[in-house]
């Protein structure tokens, strides 16, 4: 009962690795895996001496992000020491930027029940990655430090406490996901961590207008997990309100084996990260001319592109939303229509092989349209090859799955595995005879007046015919023999 | 010690190199003279923390070979030289004179000693120095204490302590230093060798250990002006490696050392001499304003009214930004570890514990303690406010005047220990140059003469506009014209026979 009188409120803050070759302040490999400390140097391993060197593309990607979120750019931003002791911090602080980031404001729209939602960004900043402790690494109980991921650039995005729901936080998280995707700064990835949340959660009873105490809940991998998180978070902050408590500040873990949030510190033990304005760097000065080019390189986003497709080709919300959440199978979208033909009916189809088959194809695959074999023109062609009565539906089907394996020309699929349509209506004409032979009492039932049984006849010419008849001349074959 | 090694010893820089050109010397000769000269004296100096003979003769026999192929690389090409232990030295042991980092061998060179080695000096050794660079006497260093060379009961002062006495000691014709708040100056007007402090982006800081990372900055100790000079334009310029390093052009600046004081207005700073200054160094300084008029420069006085916020303000910015430089000493990649320590805090306590001397403890404390929540405001905040109130003193001065010249520090060489037990006493010792760091200006210590009771040297302070290396050494060049160079290492002289 008690959960459904409270209102539940979010923010996030969301980690995204850009999509730089080599590190924020060395020339180090940005790549995921390898064998531990392979990819590191005397600066990213915080050696006595060395200084940072900034890589001007983080900075490129951040203006990039602000203008697409409508943040506004600042002239000059300031890097900022983040202070403490870790073994995974070479340093023992963290370059990151603290009074003075590099994007002030912005919102992501989503769209939740139909209704459209602005969540309002805070800030978006840079900063370096830290890198891994790696426990039991020997025999004797030791742990070990993997500073590959030491000094890989991050955006930190952080929005407003604006999100209701966890709905709400998921549909944010996919959206900005898909925004970044599309503007090549993030690869998107959960798994490997290159795109990742903490979530701020409080709880206030409905109607109120103040918010509640927060609690911050940090290790979230997935949507799933984001969600099961934050629903036990907000059950136990219930619970403690219920009973008459107060919810305390403080970091909580996600546990994702127990599905449990648990106390990492409290406000009291949380540290102070003495930020101070950090000396090596000067501030980050972003020209106008710098800005101006990162807009006019602006890709179309998902949601401009969504509406395009609705309103333009005609495409339902739904089939939109599921061409736009990545942005690779858009442009694939785009290149087949081009290639296939224009207007409604032809984005219709191309859209349902994207969303139908294909989808199912490439999950099972575990590929993104990139690595497909199966191009843009392969559709297209495919598609006309179906318009011309060269190949019914289910011959296209498997055309498309072969092409999808092999890469080879959809019209030398056709003929290597005889998929062409027989229009010959003397050829058919043999298999009808044959099934209204075989056929005696369904025959006699249908001149009884029960036509259901059309749909019979047909599916026995397509088996006779081993699914080759080109279905409308089946049809009128059919008509005139029993009706005439 | 022979006579023909004692005549090598006393050349200097340049007067090396042209031997060198006109093979009148080979590098190994003066090479061999300088570690003869260290064996013979460093006893009882300490200015040494590493001396590298094998890897010195190895270089010294390459400069040779290319001497004699007619490839002279510079005017430094076979010249022994040595470092303060703060650079970075790729295969040698480099400990900023602390436990924390002994055995440690850097996989790679500093920006300045890559140049120095590109332009064919031969690094002789690793100078003693302040632990981090923490001190104003040399007293600090974890290793041993350094002397000085004109009185063996003295300070040489510090934190560049090392590389001021080893030139003073003619243990080699020029060093590298670093001054953070007075650490280049301080001991150069103590030990009387000439020491530049170059505007904050002139050298690379690259491969040079932090102690404060906005106010650290390399300089060149040596016994002539015109040496100074030479080893300056050598290290100065861009290096793509520090950010913080200046893409402005380097000045040419022997070109215009013997210009003289014509014409100069010289700003002398009312708060300087306002008491506090020994009447015996004060005695000298006003000797050199004197000489400068007499040169036709003008005296022009000027005023620099927060001078006396400058100790407090540095004391809070040095501390935080040191704080944050020495955490990445934890035992975890390189250095000193506690190996019986058990578990991470244990790791991390015990070997800062154990690897850092008493005043990086203080330091690092007293820097957390300027940053930490609630107090950043009220400590690092205003002194960043006294930083830019400080750097207005000098641009006002600066319109007015060319170039501004002082004491270096209120005193000269004090006895070992005298100030031990009072850090506030020692940090006193950098009251006048500490302003300069602050303001990110150019500074040097030039001699201007012996102490008539002390009879140990003395140094005037000269401070330039930002980059204007060019007129500072122009500046000193002629007053060392007039009063000539520092005084000969007495205590060298009479001892040398006990020490050898």
Same mark, same amino acid.
């Given at each position: ?7 539940v409120?979010?923010?996030l803050?969301?980690?995204a690795?850009l ?7 060395c ?5 995921f895996?390898?064998e531990?400390?392979t990819?590191?140097?005397?600066v990213?391993?915080?050696?006595p ?5 900034l890589?001007r593309?983080?900075?490129e ?9 409508g943040?506004?750019?600042q002239?000059?931003s ?6 403490y002791?870790?073994?995974d911090l070479?340093?023992g602080y963290?370059i990151?930027?603290?009074e ?10 989503i ?11 805070t800030? !978006?900043h840079?900063?370096e ?8 690494v ?6 070990g430090?993997?500073l590959?991921?030491a ?7 952080v929005s407003?406490?604006?999100?209701r729901?966890?709905?709400e +936080?998921?549909?944010?998280l ?8 599309c503007?090549?700064v ?6 490997e961590?290159s ?7 409080s ?7 103040e918010?509640?105490?927060r ?11 984001l969600k ?6 907000v059950r136990r902050?219930?619970e403690?309100v219920?009973?008459?408590g107060k ?13 449990e ?5 409290s406000?009291e033990?949380?540290h ?8 090596d ?19 179309e986003?998902?949601r401009?592109?969504?509406?395009r497709y609705?309103q333009?080709l ?5 089939d939109?939303g599921l061409?736009v959440?990545?942005?690779?199978v858009?442009?694939f ?5 081009a ?22 194809l490439?999950n ?12 843009p ?13 060269t190949?019914g ?5 498997q055309v498309?799955?072969?092409v ?8 030398a ?11 010959d209506e003397?050829?058919?004409e ?6 209204l *032979?075989?056929?005696?009492?369904e025959?006699?039932r ?8 059309m749909?019979?006849?047909?599916g026995q010419v ?6 080759k008849a080109?279905p ?10 029993l009706?005439? | 010690?022979?006579?023909?090694n004692?005549?090598?010893t006393a050349?200097g820089?340049?007067e090396?190199g042209e ?10 000769e003066l ?5 003869a ?7 009882a100096v300490?200015?040494f923390?590493k001396? %590298?003979?094998?890897?010195a ?9 290319r001497?004699?192929r007619?490839e002279?690389?510079?005017?430094l ?5 040595a470092?303060?232990?703060?650079f ?8 900023a ?11 790679f ?6 140049r ?14 302040d632990e981090f660079a ?6 600090n260093?974890?290793f041993k ?7 063996l009961s ?11 006495a080893a ?14 708040g ?8 103590f030990c009387?060798v000439v ?6 982006g ?12 906005s ?12 040496d100074?000079?030479?080893l ?26 013997e210009?003289?004081a014509k ?6 700073p009312?708060e300087w001499?306002?008491?506090? %200054?020994?009447?015996g ?5 006003r ?5 400068y ?15 006396r916020?400058? !100790?407090?303000?540095y ?32 790791t991390?306590?015990?070997?800062r514990?154990?690897g850092?001397?008493?005043e990086?403890?203080?330091?690092i404390?007293?820097g957390?303690y300027a940053?930490s ?14 930083r830019?109130l400080?750097?207005?003193?000098f ?9 501004? +010249? ?10 070992l ?7 506030l006493q020692?940090?006193?010792?950098d009251i006048?140059?500490i302003?300069c760091n ?5 500074g040097?210590s ?22 204007d ?7 000193a ?15 060298l002289?009479?001892?040398r026979?006990?020490? *050898?």
């Amino acid at each position: 009962m008690p959960v459904q009188d409270f209102q539940v409120v979010l923010g996030l803050e969301v980690h995204a690795q850009l999509l730089t070759r080599s590190k924020i302040f060395c020339g180090c490999s940005t790549a995921f895996g390898g064998e531990p400390n392979t990819h590191t140097c005397p600066v990213c391993l915080g050696m006595p001496g060395v200084l940072p060197l900034l890589n001007r593309q983080v900075v490129e990607f951040a203006v990039r992000t602000g203008l697409a979120l409508g943040c506004a750019i600042q002239p000059k931003s300031v890097w900022a020491r983040k202070n403490y002791f870790y073994p995974d911090l070479p340093k023992g602080y963290q370059i990151s930027q603290y009074e003075a980031p590099i994007c002030l404001g912005g919102t992501v729209t989503i769209v939740v029940d139909g209704q459209e939602k602005r969540i309002r960004l805070t800030r !978006i900043h840079m900063e370096e990655d830290a890198g891994k402790n790696v426990h039991d690494v020997s025999a004797d109980g030791a742990s070990g430090v993997d500073l590959n991921r030491a000094g890989v650039p991050l955006m930190e995005l952080v929005s407003e406490p604006d999100l209701r729901s966890v709905e709400e +936080a998921v549909e944010y998280l996919k959206e900005l996901r898909a925004i970044l995707v599309c503007l090549g700064v993030n690869d998107g990835n959960l798994e490997e961590g290159s795109f990742r949340c903490d979530a701020n959660v409080s709880i206030m009873r409905k109607g109120a207008t103040e918010y509640g105490t927060r609690c911050e809940i940090k290790n979230m991998n997935s949507f799933r997990f984001l969600k099961q998180a934050v629903d036990y978070e907000v059950r136990r902050q219930v619970e403690i309100v219920e009973a008459g408590g107060k919810v305390m500040q403080e970091t909580r873990l996600f546990d994702t084996v127990r599905g449990e949030t648990r106390s990492m510190r409290s406000k009291e033990e949380a540290h102070d990260y003495r930020y101070f304005p950090e000396p090596d760097l000067p501030p980050v000065i972003v020209e106008p001319s710098l800005v101006e080019r990162a807009r006019a390189a602006l890709p179309e986003l998902p949601r401009a592109r969504a509406a395009r497709y609705q309103q333009a080709l005609g495409l339902s919300p739904y089939d939109a939303g599921l061409l736009v959440s990545d942005g690779a199978v858009a442009g694939f979208f785009d290149a087949a229509l081009a290639a296939y033909g224009k207007g409604p009916e032809a984005a219709k189809k191309v859209a349902n092989w994207l969303t139908g088959d294909l989808a199912r194809l490439a999950n099972e695959a575990g590929t993104g349209p990139v690595a497909w074999r199966l191009t843009p023109a392969h559709l297209a062609g495919i598609l006309k090859l179906v318009d011309a009565g060269t190949i019914g539906g289910p011959g296209a089907k498997q055309v498309v799955e072969e092409v999808f394996r092999t890469g080879a020309a959809p019209d030398a699929v056709v003929q290597a595995k005889g998929l062409a349509q027989v229009s010959d209506e003397s050829a058919i004409e043999a298999a009808v005879d044959r099934v209204l *032979a075989a056929s005696a009492a369904e025959v006699e039932r249908f001149r009884g007046g029960n036509t259901k049984l059309m749909g019979f006849f047909v599916g026995q010419v397509m088996k006779e015919t081993k699914g080759k008849a080109n279905p409308a001349v089946v049809n009128a074959l059919l008509k005139r023999k029993l009706e005439g | 010690m022979t006579a023909a090694n004692e005549a090598l010893t006393a050349l200097g820089l340049r007067e090396m190199g042209e031997r060198l050109a006109r093979r009148a010397a080979s590098s190994r000769e003066l090479v061999d003279a300088s570690l003869a000269r260290i064996a013979a004296t460093d006893a009882a100096v300490g200015a040494f923390l590493k001396v %590298v003979p094998e890897r010195a003769r190895a270089r010294a026999a390459e400069a040779d070979a290319r001497i004699s192929r007619g490839e002279r690389r510079s005017p430094l090409d076979g010249v022994p030289i040595a470092v303060k232990d703060l650079f970075l030295t790729k295969g040698v042991e480099t400990t900023a004179a602390s436990r924390i980092l002994e055995g440690f061998v850097p996989p790679f060179d500093a920006t300045v000693v890559e140049r120095l080695e590109a332009a064919g000096a031969v690094v002789v050794g690793k100078l003693n120095m302040d632990e981090f660079a923490m001190g104003s006497s040399n007293e600090n260093s974890a290793f041993k204490p350094c002397r000085n060379p004109h009185d063996l009961s003295r300070t040489p002062g510090g934190s560049s302590g090392g590389s001021a006495a080893a030139v003073a000691a003619r243990q080699v014709p020029a060093s590298l230093g670093t001054d953070t708040g007075g650490s280049i100056r301080l001991p150069a007007s103590f030990c009387g060798v000439v020491g530049v402090k170059p505007t904050y982006g002139r050298v690379s800081r690259y491969g040079v250990i932090a102690f404060a990372s906005s106010l650290d900055q390399v300089g060149p100790i040596a016994r002539s002006v015109e040496d100074a000079a030479m080893l300056l334009g050598a290290i100065a310029g861009h290096d793509p490696r520090d950010m913080t390093s200046s893409t402005r052009p380097v000045d040419d600046y022997l070109a215009s050392l013997e210009q003289g004081a014509k014409g100069l207005r010289i700003g002398v700073p009312r708060e300087w001499f306002q008491g506090g %200054v020994d009447a015996g160094v004060e005695r000298l300084v006003r000797d050199a304003l004197a000489r400068y008029e007499k040169e036709g420069a003008r005296l022009v006085e000027v005023s620099l009214p927060h001078t006396r916020y400058g !100790i407090g303000a540095y004391y809070l910015i040095a501390t935080a930004e040191a704080s944050s430089n020495l955490a990445r000493y934890d035992g975890v990649r390189f250095g000193l570890r506690a190996a019986d320590a058990r578990g991470l805090k244990e790791t991390y306590s015990e070997t800062r514990e154990r690897g850092f001397g008493p005043e990086p403890k203080r330091r690092i404390m007293l820097g957390t303690y300027a940053l930490s929540a609630g107090y950043y405001d009220a400590y690092y905040l205003r002194a960043q406010k006294v930083r830019t109130l400080i750097r207005r003193d000098f641009d006002q001065a600066f319109a007015k005047v060319d170039v501004i +010249a002082g004491p270096v520090a209120p005193t000269c060489a004090f006895r070992l220990g005298e100030r031990t037990a009072d850090p506030l006493q020692m940090y006193l010792a950098d009251i006048f140059t500490i302003t300069c760091n602050l303001a990110a200006l150019p500074g040097m210590s030039v001699p201007c003469g012996v102490h008539a009771e002390t009879r140990l040297p003395v140094g005037l302070q000269l401070v330039g506009r930002p980059f204007d290396e060019a007129t500072l050494l122009r500046t000193a060049r002629a007053l060392e014209r007039e009063v000539g160079p520092g005084p000969e290492p007495a205590a060298l002289t009479s001892a040398r026979g006990g020490a *050898a």
